[in-house]
């Protein structure tokens, strides 16, 4: 299968704090990657680096063989890489459909157009009876929805998503869980940082696992969960809690 | 909603005929002027409000526009003879021009920060036509030669002329607002208002957008310079690059409702309407009729955050809800 990202020995330091370290690793095209690790183990570091948002001390960043780093966030996005944020930023006082188009109009600048794929989008997610509803007025999940139904609308081929699953209930994490394997089955190649080690195992096969910065395993779940260094630095002893669904 | 946008378009009818025969029924040359001022101050308004409103880049240097389109086309006519018409074009030109490098500069600070940066540039600018006389008149100024009635020239006799002319330039600064907020442009522009970094994240290729932006909006300010400047018979670097316009620019804008098309003309209207009649009331000597004017301004501001245009919108809204209709048309325009 080809590779829709490679990552190779990518490192990024803020002043003495080595956030990044060497990480190098591939997602194929179609695959779910999960990206896991404690706090400050340097995922949405990571992230910001492949979007654009950080310039990496080293490495380099390749998206559907086209080197991406040194290019801004909007470049990447029209390159076909679009990512939501660990905390979500809706365009507060636009409605739903007008967030969304914002997202439209990159592949097409015609208001008609652009309202017509917004629309798909919203449907998508399921946010299709709020869509009149200001953005700031959204539930959590539901500024979730509407971020990940805006990067959707950017048509991507690769999707982000940063802890689209933090501050959900659990029956909010099984919709949402529900609404990534739905992108996948729709072909989008996905990258996802999270948390919630249930929903990790439920829609992911292959795991990089980061811990100060630095890729200590890498492979499919089970590999992972058996994996004596992932358990030192991330699961310990709270895994038991893990795999009830908290962390 | 048929209903409701006839009547938006009856009432805008009202509006311009109204506005259009106003002139031909006021002969009083002193109200003529202060509906001359509103039209001005209404079109800077909406010139701002392009990057100050709907990007909500809150610039306070638009003064260096204003000055630079005044600048442009009195030293094109003085010394070159150009008529103050094409000057006004090239006046808006040489803004645009240099919204370039002062958005190159001060755009890469945000907020308050870029507040500031724009402030100095229009400082700057003043200081450069202060000091540099060979550049323009320095410090005195000039008057510009008055050749009685003479169209070609933008000099009339009377008034009316150019009234008309002030409104013919509102107009245009409300058709390409209505045109801009109604196009993937107005999208980009809120959302880089709301928050610059998600824009960037769906494609938005910011630094651009504000770029385009704030050369339209210079363009349209430096229109009103050109305009002033005929309309005065006077130019001198304090009138040119004075801090208040900059300041009356982004107020009438915040008072009627940023990044609303009509915002800034309700904004005008109300704020000169306070401002002339406290002056008639209170006199315009001690400096009373200020702080009464000051202090209205911070009840405004404080009631009404979102200015007056978000006040009606809300009303509006509530009611729209009260008769269980949509409330589509507010929110998606």
């Not at chain 2, 957008?209 to 909006?217: A, C, E, G, P, V």
Request: aromatic fraction near 10%; proline fraction near 3%; hydrophobic fraction near 50%.
């Amino acid at each position: 299968m080809p590779e829709a990202l490679v990552i190779r020995n990518l490192s990024k330091r803020f002043g003495g704090l080595r956030a990044v370290q060497d990480v190098s690793f591939a997602v194929n095209e179609g695959e779910t990657v999960a990206l896991i690790g404690p706090n400050g183990a340097g995922k949405t570091t990571s992230f910001n680096l492949v979007t654009g948002y950080y310039r990496p001390d080293e490495g380099s960043v390749s998206a559907f063989g086209r080197e991406i780093i040194g290019l801004r966030p909007h470049d990447i996005c029209a390159h076909g890489l679009a990512r939501t944020f660990q905390v979500a930023r809706p365009f507060g006082g636009m409605t739903v459909l007008a967030n969304v188009m914002t997202g439209a109009f990159l592949r097409n600048r015609h208001i008609d157009a652009a309202r017509e794929s917004a629309r798909e989008a919203i449907a998508f997610v399921g946010l299709s009876a709020k869509e009149h509803s200001a953005a700031r007025d959204l539930t959590t999940i539901d500024q979730r929805r509407l971020e990940m139904a805006r990067a959707l609308a950017t048509q991507p081929r690769l999707l982000l998503l940063d802890e689209v699953m933090a501050g959900l209930n659990p029956s909010e994490v099984d919709q949402a869980v529900a609404l990534v394997g739905k992108l996948s089955k729709r072909g989008l190649t996905i990258v996802i940082v999270e948390h919630v080690m249930r929903a990790i195992m439920a829609v992911a096969r292959h795991i990089v696992v980061l811990d100060h910065g630095q890729k200590i395993a890498e492979g499919n779940p089970g590999e992972i969960v058996a994996n004596p260094d992932v358990i030192r630095a991330y699961l310990g002893t709270g895994y038991v809690h893990a795999t009830a669904g908290g962390t | 909603m048929g209903g409701l946008r006839n009547w938006g378009m009856l009432s805008l009818g009202v509006l311009v005929a109204v506005l259009l025969a106003l002139p031909l029924v006021v002969k009083n040359s002193f109200v003529i002027d202060i509906f001359i001022r509103i039209l001005l101050f209404a079109f800077i308004g909406v010139a701002w409000n392009l990057i100050g409103g709907y990007a909500k880049q809150l610039s306070l240097g638009h003064a260096a526009f204003f000055g630079l389109g005044a600048y442009t086309s009195t030293i094109l006519q003085i010394d070159f003879g150009v008529s103050p018409w094409i000057g006004m074009v090239c006046g808006g030109v040489v803004a645009a021009l240099a919204s370039l490098p002062i958005g190159w500069l001060c755009f890469r600070l945000r907020g308050p920060y870029f507040a500031i940066a724009t402030i100095a540039t229009a400082q700057v600018l003043m200081l450069i036509f202060l000091k540099f006389r060979d550049l323009a008149w320095g410090a005195e100024g000039t008057t510009i030669p008055n050749l009685g009635h003479a169209p070609l020239m933008m000099q009339f006799e009377g008034k009316t002329a150019y009234y008309y002319i002030a409104l013919a330039m509102l107009t245009l600064g409300l058709a390409i607002t209505y045109r801009i907020e109604r196009s993937w442009m107005g999208y980009y522009l809120v959302a880089i208002g709301e928050d610059e970094d998600a824009a960037e994240a769906v494609g938005v290729n910011a630094p651009r957008i504000k770029r385009d932006i704030y050369m339209i909006s210079a363009f349209l300010t430096a229109l009103a310079g050109t305009f002033y400047t005929q309309y005065i018979y006077f130019i001198d670097p304090n009138t040119a690059f004075n801090f208040s316009v900059s300041i009356e620019a982004a107020l009438v804008s915040i008072v009627g409702g940023v990044g609303t098309l009509w915002g800034p003309v309700i904004g005008t209207v109300l704020l000169e309407a306070t401002s002339a009649l406290l002056q008639s009331w209170l006199g315009s000597s001690g400096g009373v009729q200020l702080t009464v004017y000051s202090l209205i301004l911070m009840a405004v501001i404080l009631w009404r955050p979102t200015g007056i245009m978000g006040f009606i919108t809300d009303v509006y809204q509530r009611r729209i809800r009260a008769h269980g209709g949509s409330v589509q048309a507010v929110l998606d325009a």
